[in-house]
């Protein structure tokens, strides 16, 4: 079972386009939304993240959008960059997991972005 | 700089020969993970441990187990890699129980021939 459904699958961008990287959840007990972004060959890094009583974020050209009633949260890249191509994984984290209070994050199946010069 | 380090980045093990992969952390974070990725996936959890005590995912093959010595350490033991075990494997750390950050290593990219 998909905990956390992430699309698109892949994203093709002209630069100075905007990114917008769409995921969804079904748990109301998440209590935070990461994203990380992952070049080839390294490991996830945090990028922005983003918490259920906020409706936005904005770190530099990142910002994340999010709809608590929906179920649904966003990445939005503002002026992408060639740079900015990697893949991108949304995450939600439950801090209380079948009775068990260790924390766990939940991945989306990422987006892989390219960003075209 | 405060880091999660693998060793080694790439490893190449032999169908059915014991594998070890190395995490070290200097975060000095009292969780730490270990994650499969396969390519073109999510990272998969394995297993953690929260200090010492270690807990199982419940569909992590048996063929997978882990060791933590200390707090800076962490191993992951293939015990019989199969083909089906290539993969990257990410070691992560977080603070404390219930944390939500997680700080990634590298990965280490392990073939099996």
């Known amino acids: 079972q998909q905990q956390v459904k992430q699309s698109p699958q892949s994203l093709i961008v002209q630069k100075g386009g905007i990114s917008i990287i769409n995921c969804a959840y079904e748990?109301?007990?998440?209590?935070?939304f990461p994203w990380y972004q992952q070049f080839p060959g390294k490991g996830p890094a945090l990028l922005i993240a983003?918490?259920?009583?906020?409706s936005e974020k904005k770190e530099g050209r990142f910002t994340i959008s999010f709809n608590k009633s929906a179920k649904q949260f966003s990445l939005h890249i503002m002026d992408s960059q060639p740079g900015d191509s990697a893949t991108y994984f949304c995450?939600?984290?439950?801090?209380?997991?079948?009775?068990?209070?260790?924390?766990?994050?939940?991945f989306g199946r990422g987006t892989q972005l390219t960003v075209w010069p | 700089d405060a880091m999660v380090i693998q060793n080694p980045r790439y490893q190449v093990t032999q169908f059915g020969k014991p594998v070890t992969l190395s995490c070290s952390q200097t975060?000095?974070?009292?969780?730490m993970y270990w994650y499969q990725q396969k390519s073109s996936q999510a990272p998969k959890l394995l297993f953690h441990?929260?200090?010492?005590?270690?807990?199982n995912e419940a569909d992590t093959p048996d063929n997978f187990q882990s060791r933590r010595p200390n707090t800076s350490f962490c191993f992951l033991d293939i015990r019989s890699p199969g083909l089906g075990d290539a993969a990257m494997y990410l070691c992560?750390?977080?603070?404390?129980?219930?944390?939500?950050?997680?700080?990634f290593g590298q990965g280490t990219r392990l073939t099996v021939v």
């Open positions: 992560a750390t977080s603070r404390v129980v219930g944390w939500a950050e997680a700080f």
């Open positions: 748990n109301t007990a998440f209590d935070y």
């Open positions: 983003i918490r259920p009583d906020v």
């Open positions: 995450a939600a984290h439950s801090g209380t997991d079948r009775g068990s209070t260790l924390g766990r994050l939940y």
């Open positions: 975060l000095n974070h009292n969780v």
């Open positions: 441990y929260y200090d010492k005590d270690f807990n």
